[in-house]
């Protein structure tokens, strides 16, 4: 018998024949680099390789790997329990967290019900603002309203608002809640907008909100749906709508929350407050699988006074005090580290990908806080793009037309600089 399972080299063609990776497919799968170790925005390979991290493990790693506080957090928390069921029982991790969270998110978001991650706390929004209506008499408001080409997660209520035509869930349409989709957001961030978007809006609330429980954004930018920069003018449009027509405002801060568009929340930029938030990704710093759902009283007392009586929601490692542990400590250390400063230095530096505007294939780029997108004309072939990535020593996930950054808070300039400039190379080269 192989004695591999007991030394540290990873078996890649075992991988290859036996593990499904995320939208990768087993027949013809897209090549996966074996990482043995990640330190700081480093993430060394098996081959002796060591790249620098321009993904931020798809969003979350704000601090980088293997942080000493972090793991503290863990190690500290081990001792005591890795996890205990939340039903009937309390701990102090998920305690502090969720007074962290009530304080820094906006007013009057005070209740907080901890999920498993990120698509999971956006099926929790849903069921919120669905059974909220339904407490309230009124079972006709099932629907969810939200604009196209958004994108909020792969479990099938998530899957049901995200686009309905261009996402990689289109397939899955006859089986899904059909749901109100509105044009998407075109002003751009920066920009001046279109008073249009607000009418044409209007006229979609004034004919839909008797079917609406909810209206489902991601604030500012729309994410895996295209890395759209929308103007805040139509986050304000949506408020003021949602108010006036009674529609629940959910706002998805899973990818925009905690620091990366420039905002604390990106909500922040068009100075409002949804009644329903939901965030993730970077609320552990990347170490582990937690996210979170808040609501204001109204709502939680409008689910609560109603028939169930409770919120029909219950996961199995909801409030695990690992991650709450870990998500405490990468929010003192958001605070402590000046995040506002990191993400101005690196929106500074970003712009390095302005270069890649003299290249005829690129269509578009454009930074906001700490995330790059050079937009191309074509769609890229990620294995061909990520080995000449990984020969300039970065890693770098591109999707669709998309090649994009958003790296660590703690990334020196010369990170951002050497990202950029694999980007740059591998267009000119047409390494994709």
């Known amino acids: 018998m192989s004695n591999n399972c007991t030394d540290n080299h990873i078996d890649v063609e075992f991988d290859r024949a036996h593990i499904w990776h995320p939208y990768t497919s087993m027949t013809k799968p897209l090549p996966n680099y074996p990482v043995t170790h990640a330190s700081g925005t480093r ?136 749901q109100l989709f509105v044009s998407q957001p075109k002003s751009r961030f920066g920009e001046s907008f279109d008073e249009q978007e607000a009418n044409e809006l209007n006229t979609y609330f004034a004919e839909h909100h008797q079917d609406a429980a909810a209206f489902i954004i991601e604030p500012i930018v729309q994410n ?82 109603g028939e169930a009586g409770v919120l029909m929601h219950g996961p199995t490692f909801m409030g695990n005090p690992l991650a709450c542990a870990v998500a405490n400590a990468s929010l003192n250390l958001l605070l402590e580290n000046d995040w506002q400063q990191q993400v101005s230095n690196i929106n500074q530096w970003l712009q390095g990908l302005t270069k890649c505007l003299c290249l005829d294939e690129v269509v578009d780029v454009r930074t906001l806080g700490a995330i790059g997108v050079v937009e191309l004309n074509t769609n890229v072939d990620v294995a061909k793009i990520q080995k000449h990535f990984v020969k300039q020593g970065v890693w770098i996930r591109p999707f669709g037309k998309l090649v994009y950054l958003m790296p660590p808070f703690i990334s020196s300039q010369n990170d951002i600089e050497q990202l950029c400039s694999a980007i740059y190379t591998a267009i000119d080269g047409k390494h994709y």
Not at 66 to 94: E, R, Y
């Open 43 to 178: 993430i060394h390979l098996q081959g002796g390789e060591s790249l620098i991290d321009g993904m931020a493990s798809w969003w979350s790693a704000l601090h980088g790997y293997n942080h000493p506080k972090l793991n503290d957090a863990l190690v500290s928390q081990t001792q005591q329990m890795s996890h205990v069921m939340f039903g009937g029982i309390t701990h102090k991790p998920a305690v502090d967290l969720c007074k962290k969270l009530v304080e820094l998110t906006p007013e009057p978001l005070e209740k907080v019900f901890l999920a498993d991650g990120g698509s999971v706390s956006v099926e929790v929004a849903i069921k919120m603002a669905i059974q909220y209506w339904f407490s309230q008499g009124n079972q006709r408001k099932h629907k969810i309203m939200t604009p196209k080409k958004g994108y909020h997660g792969d479990t099938f209520a998530a899957m049901s608002v995200c686009d309905p035509v261009n996402s990689m869930h289109s397939m899955y349409q006859g089986f899904l809640p059909q």
């Open 224 to 305: 895996a749906g295209g890395m759209n920069f929308y103007h805040p003018e139509y986050l304000k449009a949506v408020r003021k709508l949602c108010d006036h027509y009674d529609v629940l405002l959910i706002c998805d801060e899973i990818a925009t929350g905690f620091g990366r568009t420039g905002k604390l929340f990106a909500v922040e930029h068009a100075d409002i407050s949804p009644d329903i938030m939901c965030v993730g990704k970077a609320l552990t710093g990347g170490y582990m699988t937690l996210a979170a759902t808040l609501t204001t009283d109204k709502v939680a007392r409008g689910i609560c006074e």
